[in-house]
């Protein structure tokens, strides 16, 4: 039956945030096209620079390596020159790697590839129709996450019949049916939907400012504008190139002359630090984890925006994922984990606390790599590491391809980690009208401590008015009555205050389930995602630092430890604090113990599962 306005007041809520999400995928849909045709046609670009260029930057790298040599052969005590050949000769290898990486042009390759309008507006369509973020279930999004990968390839394919193939499949074979619920459902759905692809469109957004602004682009936009003009812009660089190449072999043919009983730089590198063999056949390695420890320089084939060489593609799109964020980042650091020496794809250095590392598996597939995996993965486990928290794990899929999506998240979620990292814990408590918002209970009051080190630095308290009486029996435990909120803020007010002050910083709450669900269903009133929020509980915690105790009120732990509420108890600031005192007690008691070696620990620990 068709909705009437008048018959359901929130029908017009329900259209204009329809529109507001028509407007939000349309802009999303844009952004998608243009992030995605920005990076096949740079990729072609740079397959094209490397065949043309990558060879004499390989010459002139080369050539620069062995004047450096020169140079630092003869004067054996300066360090300064044995180090400025060392970063020449890695140089050398570097560019050698790029030039003997440059693909040979497909059959019919165009040397300026661009994606066709039709590819496009079908990319465009997939965007819309096979998002991930439009999943409701998880085989939905296992689907989704398939075809989109297919779309990528079949948009650097410039296969626009592809595309519309893989959406027709995705059409026969989807399970999932349009939400035809209560209009209050389909509010919130609409609403979870708007939010999700808001942060999307600020991704896409950053990622197309950041391919714009880069050097491929740029010089890009120098070839496409130079052809205009029947002006090869990679000819002038190739003449640049070869001056460059004669100027340097002259300087070494001068250094050559000059007689010195030393050997070359590279040749005394090449006495110290052997490249290794392809394969050992005089004794095996003492084992999968060891022989994988080791660093072998001559794998690494691809560039990062970054500028250093990585394994694969897969290695690429992460370290310029981590690039872009502004996250530093050591490519196969070496790192000792549980007595046993490994190397990270990737390490994520913090200030305080364990260090995050990030693992990409690409050979899964492949016997040897699996059990090096294994062996591997064992070691962080066995060293307290966590998947949610500092051991972050992503895989190709099975034909090689690699979720770039997935990755961008991944990276975010990071960077929220590592900036709650610094900047402490929130510790929250709700005055409410009953004690499930299933049940149609609101937040009528909220209180937040800021606590960094165990140490309370600043407060959040305000009353809220969400438009209900206050039951009488909460005017008896707390104190609020409905007059008490009468001018106070509304949820909208009062929760955008209370989310501005939390930032991106984790959550502490005694009975946390309780506060989370209020959080989490105001916040989806809003039209906004609680869900992002982690919470860990104070109740669970001293549950397990103090096991067969009578009780775990809040009230009952103050007493035991001797907490004093600064304020009347079950009101919202008076409580926060109480359980903030409560968590330092908390962090005093595992670390003395020897239970947790930092706060970040304890919070795991007590971690709410999602």
């Known amino acids: 039956m068709d909705l009437v306005e008048s018959e359901h007041p929130l029908s017009i809520k329900l259209k204009r945030a329809e529109w507001r999400l028509g407007a939000l995928e349309a802009e999303h849909a844009d952004l998608d096209v243009r992030h995605a045709t920005l990076v096949v046609e740079l990729e072609a670009f740079r397959r094209v620079y490397l065949r043309r260029l990558g060879p004499l930057f390989a010459t002139l790298d080369a050539l620069r390596a062995r004047l450096a040599a020169r140079l630092a052969a003869r004067a054996p005590f300066d360090a300064g020159l044995r180090q400025q050949a060392d970063e020449a000769e890695y140089k050398a290898q570097q560019s050698a790697r790029e030039a003997s990486s440059a693909e040979a042009p497909a059959p019919g390759e165009s040397p300026r590839f661009e994606v066709d309008d039709r590819c496009k507006e079908l990319r465009r369509k997939a965007a819309k129709v096979l998002h991930p973020d439009r999943a409701e279930t998880d085989a939905d999004r ?10 990528n390839r079949a948009m650097r394919d410039n296969d626009a019949e592809r595309i519309q193939e893989l959406m027709d499949e995705y059409a026969a074979k989807s399970t999932v049916k349009p939400s035809s619920g209560v209009i209050e459902e389909r509010l919130a759905s609409v609403q979870r939907l708007s939010a999700r692809l808001e942060g999307r469109i600020t991704s896409l957004q950053t990622a197309v400012r950041d391919l714009l602004a880069s050097e491929l682009h740029i010089l890009r936009e120098r070839a496409k504008e130079g052809e205009k003009n029947d002006n090869d812009v ?7 190139l070869a001056t460059l190449i004669s100027d340097v072999e002259a300087k070494l043919s001068e250094e050559e002359t000059v007689v010195d009983p030393l050997a070359t730089r590279s040749e005394t590198h090449s006495a110290q630090f052997p490249e290794p063999p392809e394969t050992v056949t005089e004794s095996p390695p003492k084992d999968d984890h060891e022989r994988h420890a080791n660093f072998h320089a001559r794998g690494l084939r691809h560039r990062t925006a970054r500028g250093e060489f990585v394994r694969s593609k897969s290695e690429v799109i992460i370290a310029d994922a981590l690039y872009r964020s502004d996250i530093r980042y050591e490519y196969e650091a070496a790192l000792v984990v549980a007595g046993r020496r490994v190397r990270p794809d990737f390490l994520i250095k913090r200030e305080t606390g364990r260090h995050i590392v990030w693992e990409h598996l690409g050979m899964l597939g492949d016997e040897t790599y699996r059990r090096a995996w294994e062996a591997k993965e064992q070691a962080y486990l066995s060293a307290g590491y966590d998947r949610a928290i500092d051991l972050i794990i992503s895989e190709d899929t099975p034909d090689g391809a690699i979720d770039s999506w997935q990755i961008e998240s991944l990276v975010r979620s990071l960077g929220v980690t590592l900036a709650k990292n610094h900047d402490g814990y929130i510790v929250l408590d709700f005055e409410t009208t009953g004690t499930s918002p299933d049940t149609g209970a609101r937040v009528i009051e909220i209180g937040a ?8 630095i600043e407060t959040f308290t305000t009353l809220v008015n969400p438009g209900v009486s206050v039951p009488s029996h909460i005017t008896d435990i707390t104190g609020i009555t409905t007059r008490m909120l009468q001018g106070a803020p509304d949820p909208a007010s009062a929760l955008g205050e209370l989310v501005a002050f939390i930032g ?6 005694h009975n946390a389930s309780f506060d989370r669900r209020f959080l989490r269903r105001e916040l989806a009133n809003l039209g906004l995602d609680g869900s992002r929020h982690t919470f860990a509980c104070t109740l669970k915690l001293a549950r397990r630092t103090w096991p067969g105790r009578s009780s775990y009120k809040l009230g009952s732990l103050a007493d035991a430890f001797g907490l004093k509420a600064r304020g009347n108890l079950h009101r919202a600031l008076a409580d926060a604090d109480l359980t903030a005192q409560l968590w330092a007690r908390i962090l005093k008691d595992q670390i003395d113990a020897g239970r947790a070696a930092s706060e970040q620990a304890v919070f795991i620990e007590g971690r709410m599962s999602p």
């Not at 296992?142 to 779309?151: F, G, K, Q, S, T």
């Not at 990679?234 to 640049?240: G, V």
């Not at 401590?449 to 309370?456: D, F």
């Not at 991106?504 to 709450?509: E, G, K, S, W």
Request: charged share 30%.
């Open 142 to 151: 296992e689907l989704r996450n398939r075809l989109m990968a297919e779309v």
């Open 234 to 240: 990679l000819a002038e660089l190739e003449s640049e």
């Open 449 to 456: 401590v800021h606590c960094r080190h165990g140490q309370a």
């Open 504 to 509: 991106d910083r984790l959550l502490l709450a």
